[in-house]
């Protein structure tokens, strides 16, 4: 449960640290005239809040999956199974659709109608195309004998990319609605679509890195 | 040219939501204002309804155990399978799809706008899919006793192997629809769960500071946060289960021999199950509890007419509590085998979880020290909480050490303390919180003496059946049991006070058909109430209509808020309560004299 532990530190430790900050000092109990607007309101969009909570709500899911793994590894019966060489290459394709989102965003925050489109087309399309891969990569191993019951490696294997590859769906939900935005021409929705789905789509890949890491090297 | 336009808008333009907040949907239809509603409100009494309803149906079935408990072999109804599928079934409701979704789902909607001062959550969208999905995990858990085998047997931990493995009852579709049912419920829960996070960091109204929260949205609050973060563990452990039980991986399942067979399974680990389930199944006990502990504050303030005592040690303990319910779990498995070390680091975060607890308990006494106490049906549930909270939670620091724990685990000593202090005592105050905002919800008051006489029955009846459980856990009286027969450890009075106890569970039972008859009474023919019938100064209670409509607040404005929510006994002041939205005379004055300068001021432009 290291990875977890690990990891709930960390946001215990942000939350704390942000609540103290927020309540040291303070008197309640003294009345006074509210000053500026709404509290909190202003910072953040409630949609981007809402993403960074989730992602830490999803960091939470993979960190409990690699705490498991990591438990269960240590058993006799583990058989690390092959990494098939195309996972580098759909490495590649989640890392350009991430780059391509990155370039939407630069170009939602300049008004540049193409740049945001041709983020957006690159993004999605990398991820199906990285989804096609992750199914080739299942055939492959399928064929080759690695069924997911027939090895507790080969469990997690599929577990944990078919929970990434559903995620990825997910965020192709609110690109397929940003990029409506963007072809309608409405600026502000499809910036804010632009920024969260960039987020996300950075995150994912970083999940994915961390995943291949700890299928590799293990 | 709309290029142009759109191109145009400016930083400026996006401030300060970034994007125009969406106007509030304005259904027209009965469907739409009370079924498809997106309306936190009515989501609220959706979700309170449901999470009441099924909670029904455990009640029925603990009482169901009751029978076979204290009257054994008196009804042929009930074989050790029913027994083990009623005892499952009761713990898996009553602790996630009632009290979770009832202090979440329905007082976390109704509560947090009206609260903190806002028109709605800030996705009502999200918000209603959380309920329907709330619903359908409900529905698909319902399903479960009508399919072949029944509902799963397993004990509500859910514990591999014998979760999965033939012999134990609902191993066919049984175990499948609870595993499914719980995954969605979380998706449901994760939507609804970011609504409330994210509406309390953001939606607060003019000074409506984090301190000036009443402690009822810090409770809600933190408890929503760990929700949010603890369910994911329940969520991992469901889908290996799933995986195991369906397609044949060993996740949990050993090499093992079943019914003379071996079966296919090799190599899993039921210890890495438990770690999951409990690293969820700990926060999930505060996850209940936090928000408890957060209307009981609210509650005994408004009706002790004085300010909650150590408000922001209050709130810190909620913190403390939240950050180190995180690093408790193990201490449900020190039977399960583990290094003794870790043994006592688990005992020891155990034993330091009491410290901000014990400082919430002074601090509700120290409210009621000297306050002006009215006896009112809220009051008798909130103080009867926070004595059934300290029996139980002392028990709870027998629990925590380990060489208490071994020889009491398994025991019917168990069962009274978390009985005692994550089921008696939030449930007390679910009665209480819904007895304190029923006016405020219909519009109309409930029956006083009706809801004395649930108070009294719950509350003695209570103590009637979890206090001789206590002792026949001492006597090592093993729960989970069908049927005891001749033993050499328990005295032959043990029978007979398990006959009391279940006469006093179906007296309790009984009395909460009172309640619930008080409730549907009183909608119809309960006085008016009035707007703040309990002179309480927390925002809900100034809303312009009772009960409140769409949109909470007045049409034009939202409401300024000038201090907390504990302005009870103010010396000097007129009245006993000054309201947060109501500022003090000499801000009135600098009000009136800003605003007839920035009236001038627009005369002068023109």
């Known amino acids: ?218 | 040219m709309a290029q142009v336009a759109h191109d145009a808008v400016t930083d400026a333009d996006l401030r300060p939501f970034e994007v125009a907040e969406e106007p509030l949907y304005h259904p027209k239809t009965f469907i739409g204002k009370y079924i498809w509603s997106q309306d936190a409100k009515v989501i609220a009494i959706q979700y309170a309804i449901t999470a009441i309803g099924i909670g029904l149906v455990a009640l029925v079935l603990s009482i169901l155990m009751r029978l076979q408990l204290g009257f054994p072999e008196s009804f042929s109804l009930i074989d050790p399978a029913n027994y083990l599928q009623f005892v499952t079934m009761h713990g898996m409701i009553m602790v996630i799809y009632l009290l979770t979704a009832l202090f979440l789902g329905g007082f976390g909607n109704y509560l947090i706008p009206l609260q903190i001062g806002a028109r709605d959550m800030v996705f009502p969208y999200a918000n209603m899919l959380s309920f329907w999905f709330y619903l359908a995990a409900v529905l698909i858990l319902v399903a479960s006793f009508f399919v072949p085998g029944g509902p799963t047997g397993a004990g509500w931990t859910l514990y591999p192997p014998q979760a999965v493995i033939g012999g134990t009852p609902g191993t066919g579709a049984g175990i499948i629809l609870m595993l499914i049912s719980l995954c969605v419920f979380i998706i449901g829960f994760t939507m609804g769960g970011l609504n409330y996070a994210v509406t309390v960091l953001q939606a607060r109204t003019r000074g409506m500071t984090l301190m000036r929260m009443p402690l009822t949205v810090w409770g809600i609050f933190m408890a929503t946060v760990l929700a949010l973060l603890a369910f994911p563990a329940l969520f991992v452990s469901c889908i290996m289960m799933i995986l195991d039980r369906l397609i044949g991986t060993s996740f949990f399942m050993p090499a093992m021999m079943s019914m003379g067979e071996q079966t296919a399974y090799d190599g899993g680990s039921p210890i890495l199950f438990q770690h999951l389930f409990w690293f969820f199944g700990h926060p999930e006990v505060y996850i209940v509890a936090l928000p408890a502990f957060g209307i009981v504050s609210d509650v005994l303030a408004t009706h002790a007419r004085k300010n909650i005592f150590g408000y922001r040690m209050m709130v810190w303990a909620i913190v403390a509590i939240g950050a180190l319910s995180f690093i408790v779990w193990a201490h449900h498995m020190y039977v399960s085998g583990m290094n003794p070390y870790f043994g006592f680091f688990f005992a020891t975060t155990t034993l330091i979880i009491a410290v901000p607890t014990a400082i919430k308990v002074y601090n509700w006494v120290l409210t009621l020290w000297r306050g002006n106490i009215q006896l009112t049906v809220p009051m008798l549930f909130s103080i009867g909480f926070i004595f059934t909270f300290i029996n139980g939670g002392l028990t709870g620091l027998f629990l925590g050490n380990v060489t208490v724990d071994l020889p009491l685990s398994d025991t019917y000593f168990v069962v009274a303390h978390f009985h005692m202090v994550m089921a008696v005592s939030p449930v007390l105050v679910v009665f209480g919180a819904i007895y304190h905002w029923y006016p405020k919800i219909t519009g109309r008051m409930f029956d006083e003496t009706l809801g004395k006489i649930h108070f009294w029955i719950t509350f003695l009846g209570s103590y009637a059946i979890y206090y001789p459980m206590h002792y026949l856990g001492f006597e090592g009286v093993p729960r989970r049991y069908y049927a005891y027969g001749e033993t050499a450890f328990m005295s032959e009075s043990a029978q007979d006070l398990n006959m009391a106890i279940s006469i006093a569970a179906i007296v309790v039972a009984l009395a909460q058909l009172i309640f619930i008859y008080n409730i549907i009474k009183s909608l119809f023919s309960g006085e008016k109430a009035g707007h703040n019938p309990w002179n309480a100064t927390t925002l809900e209670w100034q809303t312009p209509h009772t009960p409140p409509r769409h949109g909470n607040f007045d049409e034009d404005e939202l409401p300024s808020v000038y201090r907390w929510a504990y302005d009870y006994g103010v010396p000097g002041a007129k009245e006993d309560f000054i309201p947060q939205n109501v500022p003090s005379e000499e801000m009135a004055a600098a009000r009136v004299s800003g605003e007839a300068r920035a009236q001038g001021d627009g005369k002068a432009d023109r």
């Open chain 1, 1 to 218: 449960m290291t990875a977890t532990l690990v990891f709930l530190a960390l946001l215990m430790g942000a939350v704390v640290w942000w609540l103290v900050r927020q309540t040291i000092n303070v008197k309640p109990w003294v009345a006074s005239a509210p000053s500026g607007a709404q509290q909190g309101v202003g910072l953040v969009a409630p949609q981007k809040m809402a993403l960074g909570v989730l992602l830490a709500v999803i960091t939470s899911l993979f960190a409990l999956f690699i705490s498991a793994y990591s438990i269960r590894m240590e058993l006799s019966d583990w058989r690390p199974l092959p990494e098939p060489d195309l996972l580098w290459l759909n490495t590649a394709i989640l890392f350009v659709g991430s780059l391509g989102l990155q370039w939407a965003w630069r170009g939602a925050a300049r008004q540049q109608w193409p740049a945001i489109r041709v983020g957006l087309v690159v993004g999605g399309g990398c991820a199906l195309a990285f989804m096609a891969g992750q199914l080739l990569v299942w055939q492959d191993l399928a064929a080759s004998g690695y069924l997911i019951a027939s090895n507790p490696a080969n469990a997690f294997f599929y577990v944990l990319t078919g929970l990434h590859v559903l995620h990825l769906l997910g965020g192709l939900v609110v690109l397929a609605r940003t990029s409506g935005h963007a072809w309608s021409g409405a600026l502000a929705k499809a910036r804010l679509g632009v920024e969260l789905c960039a987020v996300y789509w950075h995150f994912l890949f970083v999940v994915w890195l961390i995943l291949f890491g700890l299928m590799l090297s293990t």
